[in-house]
């Protein structure tokens, strides 16, 4: 089997499972009653950072989590420059707490698509998705992994991707981002606020200084409105309030989406 190793263990999150397993113990908490969502969004910096808003967001999926057996996880690229979206060649993604399969036969099945191509550079370091592998693990324990890094790909093709792969009640969509990066704490929240309420509306338009994962949230909220969709947002905090340090922070949004 091609694994693809690790790459931000040890310093996004534990590079040792036990330490790993108590934080998310501490973290994944049924904060909100959510119901069934379709998709959510979700935020990928270091535990200590943004987990409290990933643990209240994923622990409040308990009454999805256990008919889960396939999560479409989205995430930006932060260190390699390409068009449209990427499929690792790999079978399987490891972190501290064992191996997560992909659900190699869909991710054939997106390889197809014009715009979608495959390129383990794009995967190798990129921690947009890595982050939010303990917290799948952790609460889908059925689930595969189609893991598609996202490049300079529209909102249309985004959406079309998304449409291949939408299934029923057994496949949670998951786009990974943040939100505004190092403004001091009453700039974020004023910025933030304001890119929530675009999110929440289902406008679409964003762009990369208001979150990391606009491309991938453009296109979710696209077919969002062509399905009458309806969104919600969950949980707003910045590093701020979670790590303290209030000069320069990174914001950290939450949100669900439901099928009409």
């Known amino acids: ?12 999150y534990p590079a040792d499972a036990v330490v790993l397993n108590q934080q998310l113990n501490d973290l994944i908490q049924p904060t909100f009653a959510l119901g069934v969502p379709k998709a959510i969004i979700a935020p990928h910096a270091g535990l200590q950072y943004s987990g409290p808003v990933a643990g209240h967001l994923y622990g409040s999926l308990d009454a999805v989590a256990a008919r889960i057996t396939r999560v479409i996880l989205l995430g930006p690229s932060h260190r ?27 991710c054939r099945h997106l390889a197809e698509m014009n715009g979608v191509a495959i390129r383990q550079d794009a995967h190798a370091r990129e921690h947009s998705l890595e982050v939010q592998l303990p917290f799948i693990q952790h609460c889908f324990e059925k689930a595969k992994l189609v893991p598609l890094v996202v490049g300079d790909a529209s909102a249309s093709l985004v959406a079309k991707v998304l449409k291949r ?31 929530c309420r675009q999110i ?37 905090l910045n590093s701020g309030d979670t790590a303290g340090d209030k000069e320069r922070v990174v914001g950290y949004g939450s949100f669900a989406l439901y099928e009409a």
């Not at 089997?1 to 996004?12: D, E, I, K, L, T």
């Not at 606009?214 to 707003?236: H, S, T």
């Open 165 to 195: 792969v939408w299934g029923g009640d057994e496949t949670l969509i998951v786009v990974s981002s943040d939100l505004s990066h190092f403004l001091d704490y009453d700039q974020a929240r004023s910025k933030d606020g304001l890119t």
């Open 200 to 236: 929440e509306t289902l406008h679409g338009g964003l762009h990369g200084d208001q979150a990391c994962g606009c491309r991938a949230i453009n296109g979710l909220v696209l077919l969002a409105k062509e399905r009458g969709m309806q969104i919600r947002r969950v949980e707003y």
């Open 1 to 12: 089997m091609n694994v693809r190793p690790a790459a931000v263990s040890g310093s996004f």
């Open 80 to 106: 390699v420059a390409f068009d449209g979206l990427a499929l690792p060649e790999s079978d399987a993604f490891a972190t501290p707490l064992g191996d997560l399969e992909l659900d190699v036969a869909c």
